[in-house]
């Protein structure tokens, strides 16, 4: 069956970095657009990159961009977020989500892991 599985999170910082890594396994992951999204304590789940199926262009939500990488490697079918300057309100689960290309919503999801990030 289709799988995500999230590694990477901790406990940092401020200012620290981290890097996020995902694992896809049952399907054909080249095929694949990727995401992250995360989501806060008593917050919604929010995007905060994605990347295509082709490794084009990668997108990144306003309050991330310019401190998160999002990076993939086709070969083995892994996902990572590079997270530089992080910051206390980083602090959140985060989810690696994939959708096949030219799908509109991401329908397959990790089981998160937790980044937090004190002051």
């Known amino acids: 069956q289709v799988q995500l599985v999230e590694s990477g999170g901790g406990l940092v910082q401020a200012g620290d970095s981290l890097r996020l890594s995902c694992a896809a396994s049952g399907l054909t992951f080249s095929r694949y657009d990727m995401a992250w999204f995360r989501q806060g304590p008593r917050k919604e789940r929010d995007y905060v990159a994605s990347?295509?199926?082709?490794?084009?262009?990668?997108y990144y939500a306003d309050s991330v961009k310019g401190r998160f990488t999002i990076s993939r490697d086709n070969a083995k079918n892994t996902v990572a977020l590079q997270m530089n300057s992080l910051k206390p309100e980083d602090t959140a689960v985060y989810y690696c989500a994939a959708r096949y290309g030219g799908r509109p919503k991401y329908d397959t999801w990790g089981q998160g892991t937790q980044v937090t990030v004190s002051s």
């Open positions: 990347i295509s199926w082709s490794g084009g262009t990668p």
